[in-house]
């Protein structure tokens, strides 16, 4: 920009304002003398508090200011800036002036938050933090948004309910999506349920009604057996590359290879209780409904076909695409307990819940007596909280060194509800539980547990630090398991239950998804879930621009919330591309070609693809090689402009020279 | 335009965090938003709270910022003080009889300067602070309003006229009165939100009669920093409380009240608020009374187990009876169940009922929406697509659908917008 509407350093007025932050900041930091220093700053026209700079009162004072006192620059000091920069540049451009002019001084995070203990330090640094934002805000150049033009196209990564969902949302929005599932069939873990809370309906033909409208919307594409592989560019202009991998089987041969195929494995659909063909249908009635060759598990023999021996091959294509956001969708996995823990693994009588939820559904009809393995089962110890709320100092972390120390949320409320339905058909079975705190907390939940209580479930209390044990019965017992454990509902009394059948409420975990984490370079939580950055005012985005969660890969969640969820991203993603246009904050790297010699240090040490590249242009009749940077790929992370020997790159908005005058001002002389 | 007659695409009721989200999220896609709020500013209760869980922000840092943006969008448009009357069919889309209240503060004039507030010589109590504390019969409803457009309250105004001479603006209009206006719109958003379950229902709680016994949204404001004393003071003497107890469940999972659900923020509020408390009255013993803790959320358990590592004390056990001793002290009446289940009684020097949710407003006559027994708005398919209701291009969300926190409002808010613009679409491409 030019010299002329950047008024000269000296020449600057600046407004000065102190946030109370609702007492965030003043609790700690004495605000008022903080604005009364500021008053002596040659340069500061005006300075103010208030107790909360962010609302509407507070920013409409801002803007007048502007606008009446003739202010060129403005200084707040607030909460973090990665909270309210974004509102405050809006005040400063609603006033009239360039949102660039405008410096946001974090007094909270940086300051009263971590010196509670020592208010008159807080307090000096504060006054040292605001004379270094007023000194930058005196060099700062006006600046505009980078403008890029956004596909309409979004990707949607997971074909679970959420992901189905989404895609779904998106379309209606008039975006096109491209929707891919890892493994040959839609539906993810929603299909491997029977009936439902709180609806109780049946899963599969809930799935199936949004699995339909989702496959004949015009606008959604599907591929199965697909992956992400590859992804470049930025939001709105992503480049992905995506893997897929064949059915092996088509429509022609598809029957009769699933009728010819001998190899069986364990069917994963049913958790390994029963085994299926590798060339197989999740189930009966999923989509699409041409079977698939499992290719982990196919041993490469010809199987034979029509009196023709034929060898499956799988005929993998990748495929580019450009698009302009992208939901992950890829949902969790049931907690699996190591060998041994709860009898798990080692005493056929013990199971986890979504296995016994299976079991229950492939029993043919209502067979009069529920049998185990042979066995009739009168009496049953469901356990909870297995996989969850772990706690330090006694239990075990996993094995990647974290411990799952969070409520998985979903299996209270699933338990009740599947230990209910049994004894709706079996009324004569005992069902113990032992949980530590029951937790049905949404509006239809509690009347699982209230109807719990009424179908006489014995319910047993433990300590989440002394959770029951299960072990063998001794020979020639009633019963083949036994289940001890202190019950605190009577004084912790020593109880020891013999069973016949233990059900095991696992826990929540991610899928793995680190291959994603790392080509995104998107977060992940303390719970190995994936990030959102913030709770309340971002709850499904992630810090890189265009990529947002949906579902359980973000966090437990039952199907309305993973529904909502979804819906609230494919609502980010509309935002985002229904204009066509996205609008990026301008700091990024920026060349000097005057004094750029084409070392190409800088290439060397910057690690974002083509952010900045070599190219060859004319100067004065002479064939160079200059830097020049791509703005969009571009973090803004300042590695070039350290690595540049002749000092030829900045970081627009935090140039090397707001950082000199910036540390000048901190280390003045501050009397308070 | 004719300002009795309005058209957007879209009409959101109630401006909680959920209704202000659900517009914000549709005016960003392009689409023209109205939205009405019954009282004189929006923020809904989530304004009202002091700091809010998980991740203990101040609740106005989160919340005046929402109403802020709300307030700029060049494609939202509040109309305060505002109640649709009747809701009528029109094609696929529908017309919304709103009445406007009368402010007797001319809407386009003030400028929200308070001259009129610090010039009123009638205190009334200050329903923001939920009746602890005074305020002007004529004010701006609170320091973060939007609109930032003083009300005058007729009711008690005593007809001075000391507020009309100390407008300098001439603002102030005795004779105003209330304005019907017609909105004609494609979809609509219920977000009308929820109130606290009665605080005097449950006689062996005192029925709200005990005076040192207050509900957890009176606690809310004690903690607030724009609260009315700014700090947490036993209402019966305002004296600083020692010993502080919660009882959980306080209102909800209990029949005999007609709410047999868990309202599923009370145990989340009454460890955020005994945190806070710890902070602010370091000596002070803090107990929560609890059945079940349900800590359920993402970052939740970690949060009840901090609260744990600081001492607070959590007691399995049944509150049985609340009374008073001779000096005001509440005395529980609890049966420990960790403890052999005997039943003792323990004084404290305040208790806080941790009432539940219920829904705030009943919009089955006029939007013809199903509600449930308990009036929250239901959803035909509450699985897939939560904010659908039995009215094709009626939309809910938020706790008017059931009790619900920030952070579950917000996504509920965002679903609804989506699904309402698929149905915008859906509409104008005729399918
Ligand atoms: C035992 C049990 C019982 C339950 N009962 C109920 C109930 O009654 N009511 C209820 O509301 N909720 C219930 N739930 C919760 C419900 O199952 C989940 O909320 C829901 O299935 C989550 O859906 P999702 O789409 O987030 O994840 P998922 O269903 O896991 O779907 C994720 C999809 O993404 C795919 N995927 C993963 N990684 C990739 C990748 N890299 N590329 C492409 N695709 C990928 C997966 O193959 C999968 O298809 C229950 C859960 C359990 C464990
Ligand atoms: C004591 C307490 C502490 C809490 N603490 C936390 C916390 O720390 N963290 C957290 O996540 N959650 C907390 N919550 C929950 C939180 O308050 C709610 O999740 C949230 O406020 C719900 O937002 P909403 O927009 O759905 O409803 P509301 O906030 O109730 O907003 C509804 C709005 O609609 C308006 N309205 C109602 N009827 C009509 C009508 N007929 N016409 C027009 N407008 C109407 C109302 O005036 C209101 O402005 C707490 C709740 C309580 C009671
Ligand atoms: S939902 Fe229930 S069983 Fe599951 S982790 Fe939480 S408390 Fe434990
Ligand atoms: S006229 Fe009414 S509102 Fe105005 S100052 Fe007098 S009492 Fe207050
Ligand atoms: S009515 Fe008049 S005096 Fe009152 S706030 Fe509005 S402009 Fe100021
Ligand atoms: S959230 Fe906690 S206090 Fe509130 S009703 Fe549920 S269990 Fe009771």
């Given amino acids: ?672 | 335009m004719d300002e009795n007659k309005l058209k957007a695409d879209a009409l959101v009721v109630g401006g909680g965090i959920a209704g202000m989200q659900s517009a914000l999220d549709l005016a960003d896609q392009g689409y023209q938003v109205i939205l009405v709020e019954k009282e004189p500013s929006i923020g809904g209760k989530m304004i009202m709270l002091s700091k809010v869980f998980p991740t203990l922000d101040c609740a106005s840092c989160i919340t005046t910022p929402k109403m802020s943006a709300v307030a700029n969008n060049k494609n939202i448009r509040i109309l305060s003080y505002s109640e649709i009357q009747s809701v009528q069919k029109n094609g696929s889309g529908f017309i919304a009889n709103v009445l406007k209240k009368p402010r007797f503060v001319v809407e386009e004039t003030c400028t929200g300067c308070r001259l009129c507030e610090y010039a009123c010589p009638v205190d009334i109590p200050n329903p923001f602070d939920l009746n602890i504390g005074a305020i002007r019969a004529v004010r701006v409803p609170f320091s973060t309003a939007v609109p930032q457009i003083a009300v005058l309250d007729m009711d008690n105004c005593i007809l001075c006229g000391k507020c009309a001479r100390a407008c300098p603006v001439d603002s102030i209009d005795f004779l105003q009165t209330e304005k019907e206006v017609e909105i004609e719109v494609d979809t609509l958003i219920i977000a009308t939100g929820f109130e606290t379950t009665p605080i005097d229902a449950k006689k062996e709680y005192g029925n709200g009669k005990l005076h040192n016994v207050i509900d957890g949204l009176i606690m809310e404001r004690l903690l607030a920093p724009t609260g009315p004393y700014a700090r947490v003071i036993r209402p019966g003497d305002g004296k600083e409380p020692e010993s502080i107890a919660y009882v959980q469940c306080a209102g909800s999972r209990d029949e005999t009240l007609g709410v047999p659900y868990c309202s599923r923020i009370c145990c989340m509020y009454a460890i955020k608020q005994a945190m806070l408390i710890a902070g602010s009255l370091p000596m002070a013993d803090i107990t929560i009374y609890y059945m079940d803790i349900r800590t359920f959320g993402k970052g939740y358990e970690q949060f009840y187990q901090n609260a744990q590592a600081m001492g607070i004390e959590f007691v399995k056990g049944k509150v049985a009876k609340i009374s008073e001793d001779e000096n005001q002290n509440p005395v529980v009446r609890v049966e420990l169940i960790d403890e052999n289940s005997q039943i003792i009684e323990r004084t404290h020097d305040m208790i806080v009922l941790s009432v539940g949710m219920s829904p705030k407003y009943n919009p089955s006559q006029v939007y013809g929406v199903n509600v449930d027994e308990f009036g929250f708005v239901k959803s035909p398919t509450p699985n897939l697509s939560s904010t659908k209701t039995n009215q094709p291009g009626i939309f809910a969300t938020g706790a008017s659908t059931g009790p619900m926190d920030i952070v579950d409002s917000i996504n509920s808010a965002s679903a609804a917008a989506s699904s309402a613009a698929s149905y915008l679409e859906s509409v104008r491409n005729g399918k």
């Fill in chain 1, 1 to 672: 920009m030019t010299e002329k509407t950047n008024p000269k350093p000296e020449e600057t007025k600046i407004g000065v304002y102190v946030c109370y932050c609702g007492g965030n900041i003043s609790d700690v930091v004495d605000v008022e003398k903080v604005a009364e220093k500021m008053r002596e700053h040659p340069n500061v026209t005006i300075a103010r508090t208030d107790m909360s700079m962010c609302s509407d009162a507070g920013q409409s004072i801002v803007e007048n200011d502007i606008k009446e006192l003739g202010l060129t620059r403005v200084v707040i000091g607030a909460c973090a800036p990665s909270l309210h920069e974004h509102t405050f540049r809006g005040t400063v451009a609603r006033g009239g002036l360039n949102p660039y002019y405008f410096h946001h001084v974090g007094l909270r995070e940086q300051d009263s938050w971590v010196h509670s203990n020592n208010p008159g330090g807080a307090t000096e640094k504060a006054v040292r933090l605001m004379y270094a934002g007023i000194a930058k805000a005196n060099l700062l150049k006006p600046l505009d948004m980078i403008k890029l033009k956004a596909e309409r196209h979004a990707l949607v990564i997971g074909g679970g309910v959420a992901g189905l969902r989404a895609a779904y949302d998106i379309a209606g929005r008039g975006i096109n999506v491209t929707l891919i599932e890892k493994t040959p069939f839609l539906g993810g873990r929603m299909a491997q349920l029977e009936t439902v809370f709180p609806t109780g309906n049946n899963a599969r033909e809930d799935l199936h009604s949004l699995i339909n409208e989702v496959r004949t919307h015009p606008l959604i594409t599907i591929h199965t057996l697909s992956e992400l592989v590859n992804i470049r560019g930025y939001i709105g202009n992503y480049d992905v590359q995506i893997r897929s991998q064949s059915r092996g089987v088509s429509g022609d041969n598809a029957e009769a290879a699933l009728a010819a195929c001998t190899q069986e494995v364990p069917d994963d659909f049913n958790y390994g209780l029963t085994k299926r063909k590798v060339v197989y249908r999740a189930y009966e009635g999923c989509f699409p409904s041409t079977p698939a060759v499992d290719w982990e598990h196919y041993d490469g023999k010809p199987i034979e076909i029509d009196g023709q021996k034929v060898i499956f091959e799988n005929k993998k294509k990748t495929f580019d695409l450009r698009i302009g956001a992208i939901v992950i969708a890829t949902g969790f996995q049931p907690y699996e307990p190591p060998r041994g823990d709860y009898g798990y693994d080692e005493l056929p009588e013990v199971v986890t819940l979504p296995q016994f939820i299976r079991y229950m559904g492939l029993r043919d009809g209502n067979v009069g007596e529920l049998t185990w393995k042979g066995h009739p089962v009168r009496d049953i110890a469901a356990i909870h909280c297995v996989g969850s709320r772990h706690l330090a100092g006694v239990h075990e972390p996993q094995p990647d060194g974290i411990l799952n120390n969070y409520c998985s949320r979903v299996c209270c409320t699933a338990t009740l509800h599947q230990v209910n339905e049994l004894l709706d058909e079996y009324p004569n079975i005992n069902v113990y539980d032992f949980y530590e705190d029951i937790r049905t907390y949404g509006l239809e939940h509690e009347s699982y547990y209230t109807e719990a209580s009424k179908n006489m479930v014995r319910f047993l209390r433990f300590h989440g630090d002394q959770r029951p044990e299960v072990a063998a019965a001794p020979e020639g017992d009633t019963h083949p398991v036994l289940v001890k454990g202190k019950d605190y509902l009577t004084n912790g009394l020593e109880i020891e239950v013999p069973v016949d059948l233990v059900i095991l409420a696992v826990g929540m975990v991610p899928r793995p998804v680190d291959d994603l984490v790392d080509m995104m370079k998107i977060p992940k939580g303390d719970d190995r879930f994936l990030l959102e950055v913030h709770p309340k005012l971002r709850p499904v985005e992630t810090p890189v621009p265009g990529i947002v969660l949906a579902g359980t890969a973000q966090s437990p969640m039952n199907i309305q919330e993973s529904c909502n969820a979804a819906s609230a991203a494919a609502a980010k993603v509309s935002v985002l591309l229904a204009s066509g246009q996205v609008e990026l904050d301008p700091f990024v790297a920026k060349v000097d070609l005057d004094k750029c010699t084409g070392t190409g240090d800088c290439i060397e040490v910057c690690e974002y693809e083509d952010a900045i590249v070599l190219e060859t242009m004319t100067v004065e009749g002479n064939e160079v090689q200059r830097a020049v940077v791509t703005p969009a790929n571009c973090s803004g992370c300042g590695n070039c402009v350290s690595a540049c020997p002749h000092h030829a790159i900045d970081v627009q908005g935090w140039e090397v020279a707001h950082y000199e005058a910036m540390v000048d001002a901190i280390t003045m002389e501050v009397e308070l």
